[in-house]
């Protein structure tokens, strides 16, 4: 029998309890929801800085990888060309962002590696004032001779440029460039002395190439092997590890006997103002991008090697990067 003076609060108690208990994993639940879109959007469009004009290979990929961003973002993004000084001048000015503004740059080793070691007035520091985001593709450098060289194989080549040294000008597209030290490094490697020509682009570059006024040129795969489709001109060795899927039945410069491999990169660099959490989403959100079977279609169909890569493993690279390249370059002697 139930004593009337004694309060009725165990049924009470538990109904509280399982309401309150709800509410509070509802709100655990939206709060977590939340949290996962914050992490996934910004809230004010992301600009993406390419130090090139509109078309070239930069701007192509930062297109690609841009449209699939903004998707994934939930803001617009907007490639931004600022061309100028070889793209040191967009590096230059994205170095100066505000915390609070959303910029990438997307570079090259020209830029982040080449630039920082031969330009005293700079105005940049490659590793203090920007952070490595992603690593989104890769290219290799072809070795190519003009149709009226009499040589098909690379070892004729440079069994030639011994023989004919004051013949043995090898064309790049510019000064100061990747293909420039590249050049370098195989005349180094071969044991052959080199006299590096630098043009004012590609065009101009293949155009001789092809005419003859200059017998060797060396330039980026995606630059190259259309001319050589065309039998325009004839590549003799890439200098990937291994075979380029463009490209399977030219022999990389390992197989053609010399001991040489190295490749070319375009990475998003953030600027060192930041924040950490945004740089760790915006890096996971394009390593999504690249692993998207749609994005990697689109690289391969403009002759790009896509390259699916963690924050870490972007750090790692370019680490090994430098490593790799500084020792040639400061060699070199180069002046701009």
Not at 53 to 60: C, E, K, L, Q
């Amino acid at each position: 029998m139930l004593n009337p003076n004694q309060p009725i609060t165990r049924g009470l108690t538990r109904g509280v309890t399982r309401r309150a208990v709800g509410l509070l994993t509802a709100a655990g639940l939206m709060a977590t929801i939340a949290i996962g879109a914050n992490a996934q959007t910004l809230d004010s469009p992301l600009h993406i800085v390419v130090g090139y004009a509109p078309g070239g290979a930069t701007d192509r990929v930062a297109r690609i990888v841009g449209e699939k961003l903004g998707a994934k973002l939930g803001v617009p993004v907007i490639v931004d060309n600022k061309p100028g000084a070889g793209g040191r001048l967009a590096a230059q000015q994205v170095k100066l962002t505000p915390a609070h503004q959303n910029v990438l740059m997307l570079a090259n080793p020209a830029v982040m590696v080449v630039a920082p070691l031969v330009f005293k007035d700079n105005n940049y520091d490659a590793e203090r004032d920007f952070v490595p985001v992603s690593h989104v593709n890769a290219y290799d450098f072809a070795l190519a001779v003009s149709p009226t060289l009499p040589v098909r194989e690379l070892p004729h080549l440079l069994a030639w440029m011994r023989a004919n040294p004051q013949q043995a000008n090898v064309g790049v597209p510019a000064t100061g460039s990747l293909p420039h030290f590249f050049g370098l490094m195989v005349g180094e490697k071969a044991r052959v002395q080199t006299q590096v020509i630098g043009y004012r682009g590609s065009a101009p570059l293949l155009n001789d190439l092809i005419g003859g006024q200059v017998p060797i040129a060396v330039d980026t795969e995606d630059v190259v092997i259309p001319q050589h489709n065309a039998g325009k001109l004839r590549i003799l060795a890439l200098s990937g590890e291994k075979r380029s899927p463009f490209a399977p039945n030219i022999p990389t410069f390992k197989e053609a006997g010399l001991d040489l491999a190295a490749t070319g990169w375009n990475t998003f660099f953030a600027p060192a103002t930041m924040p950490k959490d945004k740089v760790e989403r915006l890096a996971a959100t394009i390593r999504d991008v690249m692993q998207d079977p749609d994005t990697q279609r689109k690289f391969k169909d403009s002759g790009m090697t896509p390259v699916v890569s963690s924050q870490a493993q972007t750090i790692a690279m370019l680490k090994a990067y430098k490593t790799q390249w500084a020792p040639v370059v400061q060699k070199s002697g180069y002046q701009p």
